[in-house]
Nanobody
């Protein structure tokens, strides 16, 4: 099992920067890909960014060039640096982890989510 705890959400103004963090605990040796997703008011949860254990990244089009995902494997931390925030970035941001099934085959079919951290961007 992997437990995830996000932090860093806040109220910001358009153009501001914020950094959210996600602390992983438990079976952290089983972690493979990590990512951020978000759910805006009245909308479904959507993909924001992912990062592999080797550092390869992928971003959703609306955040590409403004957001940067990073991880510190030694500290079991995931980060999302958000620059030039826009009101449409307002959402609850969730940390997500997919296990490495080569290392932890017992976790097949598992995925893990944090409880979310609120980011609100005003005009």
């Amino acid at each position: 099992q992997v437990q995830l705890m996000e932090s860093g959400g806040a109220l910001a103004q358009a153009g501001d920067s914020l950094r959210t963090s996600c602390a992983a605990s438990g079976d952290t040796e089983c972690i493979s890909e990590m990512g951020w997703y978000r759910r805006a008011p009245g909308k479904q949860r959507e993909f924001v960014a992912t990062i592999t254990s080797g550092g390869s990244t992928n971003y959703a089009a609306p955040v590409k060039g403004r957001f940067t995902i990073s991880r510190d494997n030694g500290k079991n931390m995931l980060y999302l640096q958000m620059n030039n925030l826009k009101p449409e970035d307002t959402a609850v941001y969730y940390c997500h982890v997919v296990p490495d099934l080569d290392s932890c085959p017992d976790l097949i079919g598992s995925e893990y989510w944090g409880q979310g951290t609120q980011v609100t961007v005003s005009e």
